[in-house]
């Protein structure tokens, strides 16, 4: 769909006419005549200068501007606002906001009933027609959910990963380097799985694992190059992380294999490891 009616009716109404208007009359300010000289019209010509140039520069930049995200956006449908916001550079909130100033300004209605609406909740600018989406928006919010699921999925394992590196990077001790390593390895396999399929992101003993048993596993992986435990504290650790090493090798194969109880089996082994040497208290400082 274009919207060229709207855009030539914008262009009217926007600042740099009256830019141009008061550069005019600036500029007819330089023309002396017989009853002014000018000398006389200087002040006038600096007053309609002073106010037309900024009005022109202003409105040049305002529909360049709008120029700009006219062609983020899909007239004929649907746009996720975050896709937008990655094309323009700028923040989502920026491309809502200035999205709905156009929208304000008429720049997206046509006579057949077209205009457009922005849902902030679900991150989407909809063209609508008489009122209703034009398209179908249910494709596109399940989309934006996956990705956004994507993206934690993502963020969630760069964190966890780095953690891990941190802490290989300092370690000493060649058989916890070995065991970090084999833990980031099976951590990654979980994740690349999790990111692959992020509806698998639901799963109750995903979400338990996500929240309750990996801070522990980072916790103890940062005492591991604590001088203040003892070689037997950081044998419990070292062996309590080979232990949940294992297990996510074998809930990386689980989630593959869409088998939920093989999901929980070993999301119980973490938790079993992890609560018999009491790392599961409320009061849990080793």
């Given at each position: 769909m274009n919207f060229k009616r709207i855009a030539k009716k914008r262009r009217a109404k926007d600042?740099?006419?009256?830019?141009?208007?008061?550069i005019i009359f600036a500029l007819m300010m330089l023309v002396p005549t017989e009853n002014y000289s000018l000398a006389d019209n200087l002040g006038f010509f600096a007053f309609f200068a002073v106010i037309g140039i900024p009005l022109l520069v202003w409105g040049y930049m305002d529909t360049a501007k709008w120029n700009k995200l006219e062609a983020c956006v899909n007239n004929a449908g649907n746009t996720v606002l975050a896709d937008a916001a990655a094309k323009m550079g700028k923040s989502e909130k920026w491309v809502a906001n200035e999205l709905q100033k156009m929208i304000n300004a008429g720049f997206f209605a046509t006579p057949q009933g077209h205009n457009a609406i922005v849902d902030t909740v679900e991150g989407l600018f909809i063209v609508t027609k008489n009122g209703e989406p034009l398209v179908d928006v249910s494709k596109d919010m399940m989309a934006?959910?996956?990705?956004?699921e994507k993206e934690a999925a993502e963020r969630s394992q760069s964190e966890t990963v780095r953690a891990i590196r941190q802490a290989i990077a300092v370690t000493e001790d060649k058989e916890a380097v070995q065991i970090l390593k084999d833990l980031e390895k099976s951590f990654k396999?979980?994740?690349?799985?999790?990111?692959?399929k992020p509806d698998l992101e639901q799963d109750k003993m995903v979400i338990k694992m996500r929240t309750e048993y990996i801070p522990v596993i980072l916790d103890l992986i940062k005492k591991l190059n604590n001088e203040a435990f003892t070689d037997e504290t950081k044998s419990q650790i070292k062996e309590t992380l080979v232990t949940c090493t294992e297990a996510f090798d074998n809930l990386n194969k689980s989630l593959n294999e869409n088998d939920n109880t093989m999901t929980q089996v070993d999301i119980e082994v973490i938790k079993s490891k992890l609560a018999s040497e009491g790392y599961l208290d409320p009061d849990f400082d080793i």
């Open positions: 600042r740099k006419g009256w830019g141009w208007a008061m934006r959910k996956k990705r956004k396999k979980v994740e690349n799985t999790l990111i692959a």
